[in-house]
């Protein structure tokens, strides 16, 4: 028979983490902002290599629109679709990019299927909300009982999420020069939503996506059959072999190069 923790340690274990869930201090906004500039600078400096002066980005999952500042501030004439389906999050990065013209801020998650779903907030990483439950609540009982179980404490909220292919018909969107995914897990269906889209453009955009890796993602299966989609419609194969956790591979329509 499996012995029970003495009561009074678990007592003092359930206040603990009541503690950090209910008061623990999350980051400010300006401290968030400060943080992200750090982050996104690599990730800016790449997409650099593949917009033109005058061309044009969609950015999924904008969060405050951090990112997309940082390649505007360089690409001054370039066009861009931001894409954020939490609200306190694309509240400011509508009010970041307000009365400026050739930036389009929608309160939506993109995906491969069109309705409401929920997104699963981290109340300590403003970054890390996700749209794969089974993520959250993997990364939640991971941490269950231990230091780091505060940093794992999901809000949920109600987003809408539309397929990026209908939006572009609806919205004239013909090509973009670059496209940037950073969803938590949701990327590979933000992908599958889009192959009807990359599958008119001429030239299609390097996409930058971040892939979670087979011992760790729910459905490893579907993301590796959206990749074989990519590789269908002319991107160069893309070496997993020695992948982290997560991480941010580019895939690059053969034959494209990066601006001089």
């Excluded at 678990?10 to 902002?33: G, I």
């Excluded at 069109?114 to 907030?121: F, L, M, Y």
């Excluded at 933000?190 to 599958?199: A, D, I, P, S």
């Amino acid at each position: 028979m499996q012995q029970r923790q003495p009561l009074l340690p678990r007592f003092v274990a359930k206040l603990r983490r009541l503690r950090h869930q209910l008061f623990a201090r999350e980051p400010t906004p300006a401290e968030w902002e400060q943080r992200l500039e750090r982050i996104v600078a690599e990730t800016v400096a790449e997409s650099l290599r593949w917009i033109p002066e005058q061309g044009s980005f969609l950015d999924v999952g904008a969060n405050v629109g951090v990112y997309a500042e940082g390649v505007l501030r360089a690409r001054p004439e370039a066009r861009a679709w931001l894409f954020e389906p939490v609200r306190s999050h694309f509240d400011r990065c509508r009010q970041r990019f307000e009365g400026r013209s050739g930036v389009v801020v929608e309160n939506l998650a993109l995906g491969d299927d069109a309705g409401e779903a929920t997104i699963w907030k981290l109340k300590h990483n403003p970054g890390g909300n996700t749209l794969v439950h089974e993520l959250a609540e993997r990364w939640r009982l991971a941490n269950a009982g231990g230091e780091t179980e505060s940093a794992m404490h999901f809000r949920p909220e109600v987003v809408r999420c539309r397929v990026f292919d209908d939006y572009a018909r609806e919205h004239g969107i013909e090509r973009v020069d670059f496209v940037k995914s950073d969803t938590e897990g949701f990327d590979y269906r933000v992908l599958r939503g889009m192959l009807g889209f990359l599958e008119r453009c001429d030239p299609k955009p390097v996409i930058l996506a971040e892939l979670w890796r087979a011992d760790v993602f729910p459905d490893y299966a579907g993301q590796m059959s959206v990749l074989e989609s990519l590789y269908g419609l002319g991107y160069a194969r893309v070496d997993l072999s020695r992948m982290n956790l997560a991480q941010d591979f580019l895939f690059v329509p053969k034959g494209r190069e990066p601006l001089r």
